[in-house]
C-alpha cells in the first residue's frame, strides 16, 4: 500500500531553484501542484535525463563561488 501511494504521487512538476545565502546550495521551491502519472513512464524519461549535481562544475553559487 505505500508503495502504490509513492508510486501514485510521483511528482513530474518542474522543480525550480534558487540560491540562499544559508547554503551553498540551490533550494527548491515547492510549491508548485502536483498529480499521479505513470509511474513506468515516469521512469522511462528520468533515467536518460538524470545528472549528478552534486558532480564539480554542475552548480555555481554565484555569492559562495563552489
Do not use: Y
Amino acid at each position: 500500500m505505500l508503495k502504490e501511494a509513492i508510486m501514485c504521487q510521483a511528482d513530474t512538476t518542474v522543480l525550480t531553484m534558487m540560491w540562499s545565502d544559508q547554503s551553498i546550495r540551490p533550494i527548491g521551491n515547492l510549491t508548485a501542484p502536483h498529480e499521479c502519472v505513470n509511474w513506468d513512464r515516469l521512469m522511462e524519461w528520468v533515467q536518460p535525463n538524470s545528472r549528478d549535481l552534486t558532480a564539480d562544475g554542475w552548480l555555481v553559487h554565484p555569492k559562495f563561488g563552489m
